[in-house]
């Protein structure tokens, strides 16, 4: 069995779970986000494209309904003992084999928690779900419950975001030979993926995110490959993962002579990192961290070239993307705690210059200072 964890440690997220059922007076709920299941149970796969839930009632037990395809991949990953398979067919409904299977489990009438916010339920599944469920019993929003004890992390859990951090400055060393006049962005991308399964690690959640010249000003990943110009600018957001755990890094590097700029943009990203690295401790909130990425960028006239968030928290992710719900931007009121790990990342995009620079890394928090989890300085990379 491919397990990641101890058992007891299972039993131990199991029992924070049912505590916060029960303090929420929920005899049910229906995890949707694959992320919720692998944390829970150790549940592994990309099935979530298809309709599966994995049943969790007040007393522990749980239950999940999936297709066949998944039947073997949940026993051979996961703690998970009972195991229902839904059959693939001509007008299928699986929200009526749920409701089926619901009332045999004695939840008719029962107050069931639903993870709406993921990508583990389409819109069209949850509509049938509402429609099946809204006179079966009491239905409410429990999308964030999960997510929210995922937040911290345990030891064993702190020792994969670890690995994934070195697997992510292994990608940067492999890459940074390839950064240079007539480089091509294609074998960047290899060598940078390819150091992460060299070193055990995963895929990550989403792609690589790679672009030179004016699609250094992107964040996101585009499909198509360049060769560097004699001077020209990369912009690399990447991750290491390990046991789907991730740690990301950012980094726009300059080619040939940096400009007056770039050098600019770099020393204002640096300035922010700092300052936010002042406030990434216990007693602030995430509200507050992206308050100062916003101060300092603005005091500088960086305000309409930033973005309106500086970062988010980070875990074992899936497809389509590692970013986790909680995130750096204005207001949000959640607290930071030690053992999470948080990716802060500046980003500023002048498309009036065409100039690109970007800084990211991850931190694991604590009770004082924050620990950076890369070997790397912060820089600016000149190639």
Same mark, same amino acid.
Request: aromatic fraction near 8%; charged fraction near 25%.
């Given at each position: 069995?491919?397990?990641?964890?101890?058992?007891?440690?299972?039993?131990?997220?199991?029992?924070?779970?049912?505590?916060?059922?029960?303090?929420?007076?929920?005899?049910?709920?229906?995890?949707?986000?694959?992320?919720?299941?692998?944390?829970?149970?150790?549940?592994?796969?990309?099935?979530?494209?298809?309709?599966?839930?994995?049943?969790?009632?007040?007393?522990?037990?749980?239950?999940?309904?999936?297709?066949?395809?998944?039947?073997?991949?949940?026993?051979?990953?996961?703690?998970?003992?009972?195991?229902?398979?839904?059959?693939?067919?001509?007008?299928?409904?699986?929200?009526?084999?749920?409701?089926?299977?619901?009332?045999?489990?004695?939840?008719?009438?029962?107050?069931?928690?639903?993870?709406?916010?993921?990508?583990?339920?389409?819109?069209?599944?949850?509509?049938?779900?509402?429609?099946?469920?809204?006179?079966?019993?009491?239905?409410?929003?429990?999308?964030?419950?999960?997510?929210?004890?995922?937040?911290?992390?345990?030891?064993?859990?702190?020792?994969?975001?670890?690995?994934?951090?070195?697997? !992510?400055? &292994? #990608? @940067?060393?492999?890459?940074?030979?390839?950064? %240079?006049?007539?480089? $091509? =962005?294609?074998?960047? +991308?290899?060598?940078?993926?390819?150091?992460?399964?060299?070193?055990?690690?995963?895929?990550?959640?989403?792609?690589?995110?790679?672009?030179? !010249?004016? &699609? #250094? @000003?992107?964040?996101?990943?585009?499909?198509? %490959?360049?060769?560097? $110009? =004699?001077?020209?600018? +990369?912009?690399?957001?990447?991750?290491?993962?390990?046991?789907?755990?991730?740690?990301?890094?950012?980094?726009?590097?300059?080619?040939?002579? !940096?400009?007056?700029?770039?050098?600019?943009?770099?020393?204002?990203?640096?300035?922010?990192?700092?300052?936010?690295?002042?406030?990434?401790?216990?007693?602030?909130?995430?509200?507050?961290?992206?308050?100062?990425?916003?101060?300092?960028?603005?005091?500088?006239?960086?305000?309409?070239?930033?973005?309106?968030?500086?970062?988010?928290?980070?875990?074992?992710?899936?497809?389509?993307?590692?970013?986790?719900?909680?995130?750096?931007?204005?207001?949000?009121?959640?607290?930071?705690?030690?053992?999470?790990?948080?990716?802060?990342?500046?980003?500023?995009?002048?498309?009036?210059?065409?100039?690109?620079?970007?800084?990211?890394?991850?931190?694991?928090?604590?009770?004082?200072?924050?620990?950076?989890?890369?070997?790397?300085?912060?820089?600016?990379?000149?190639?």
């Amino acid at each position: 069995m491919a397990l990641h964890f101890e058992r007891g440690e299972y039993a131990d997220r199991l029992s924070k779970l049912t505590a916060r059922m029960q303090a929420e007076k929920l005899d049910a709920l229906l995890l949707f986000a694959q992320e919720s299941m692998y944390w829970l149970t150790g549940y592994d796969t990309f099935g979530y494209c298809f309709f599966q839930t994995l049943i969790v009632k007040a007393d522990g037990s749980m239950t999940l309904l999936t297709r066949s395809a998944d039947l073997r991949q949940a026993r051979q990953t996961s703690v998970i003992e009972n195991i229902v398979v839904w059959v693939d067919r001509v007008n299928a409904d699986p929200t009526l084999d749920l409701k089926n299977l619901l009332s045999d489990m004695d939840l008719l009438g029962a107050k069931i928690g639903i993870e709406y916010d993921t990508h583990g339920i389409t819109g069209r599944v949850a509509r049938l779900l509402d429609s099946q469920l809204s006179t079966f019993g009491q239905i409410s929003d429990a999308s964030y419950l999960v997510s929210r004890l995922r937040l911290v992390k345990s030891p064993a859990e702190l020792a994969y975001a670890r690995r994934a951090a070195e697997l !992510a400055d &292994d #990608a @940067l060393d492999a890459a940074l030979p390839l950064i %240079r006049a007539g480089g $091509d =962005e294609a074998e960047i +991308l290899s060598a940078m993926q390819g150091a992460v399964f060299l070193g055990g690690g995963d895929y990550p959640a989403n792609e690589f995110i790679i672009g030179s !010249a004016e &699609d #250094a @000003l992107l964040c996101r990943y585009k499909s198509g %490959r360049r060769k560097l $110009d =004699e001077t020209d600018q +990369l912009t690399l957001e990447w991750a290491g993962a390990s046991a789907h755990y991730h740690a990301a890094m950012m980094r726009t590097i300059v080619v040939g002579e !940096a400009s007056m700029r770039h050098r600019e943009l770099h020393k204002a990203c640096l300035e922010t990192i700092k300052a936010i690295e002042e406030v990434l401790v216990p007693g602030h909130t995430f509200g507050d961290v992206f308050d100062t990425h916003a101060r300092i960028l603005d005091e500088r006239g960086l305000s309409r070239h930033r973005l309106n968030a500086c970062g988010y928290s980070l875990g074992a992710r899936f497809s389509p993307s590692w970013m986790e719900h909680q995130m750096f931007h204005f207001g949000n009121p959640q607290d930071i705690l030690p053992d999470m790990t948080l990716f802060v990342h500046m980003i500023i995009m002048d498309s009036e210059s065409g100039t690109a620079m970007t800084l990211g890394q991850t931190y694991q928090t604590t009770e004082a200072a924050p620990l950076s989890l890369s070997r790397h300085t912060l820089d600016l990379i000149i190639r």
